[in-house]
């Protein structure tokens, strides 16, 4: 999820130092989702907002099309957070590249091919990115990412 959800944000325009902190955190977002959270606020963007502006920053919250994470700056940077905590680019690296170890750069170019696949407007929504690009993939890349990291 997380490398994939990565790769998507890099093509809606974030950096990669910032797309890894958001692969994490929506990783993060859709493992505690499983879960059931206690409490969430949810706040909606209407079509012709995300239209107008499909990266938008407001307050602590940040969109990316129709999905949102709540953001904070640390030492100059944007980073993602969940729970108060930042997702950084070392706890990418930690948490996510490290399992691939020198398969990560295969599996990395692989999902920005996935995603290239995909019209903007599919990838601005969070539905539909988990619904026709993430759930049809999953165990399949887990599969074969697993065995590349083996190897």
Do not use: C
Not at 29 to 39: C, N
Not at 96 to 101: D, K, N
Not at 113 to 138: A, T
């Amino acid at each position: 999820m997380a490398t994939l959800q990565a790769a998507r944000a890099v093509l809606l325009g974030l950096s990669v130092g910032q797309a890894k902190s958001w692969g994490l955190n929506r990783a993060i977002f859709y493992a505690a989702a499983k879960r059931g959270f206690k409490e969430m606020k949810i706040i909606h963007r209407t079509p012709e907002e995300i239209q107008r502006k499909p990266v938008q920053k407001t307050g602590d919250a940040y969109f990316l099309g129709d999905e949102v994470a709540y953001m904070m700056k640390k030492g100059g940077r944007l980073y993602f957070t969940m729970g108060g905590k930042a997702q950084t680019e070392h706890d990418f690296q930690q948490q996510i590249e490290r399992r691939f170890g020198a398969a990560f750069s295969k599996a990395w170019s692989e999902s920005l091919e996935i995603m290239r696949q995909y019209p903007k407007e599919l990838l601005l929504s969070q539905s539909g990115f988990f619904e026709q690009i993430y759930r049809p993939r999953r165990d399949e890349l887990a599969s074969k990412w697993t065995e590349m990291s083996l190897t």
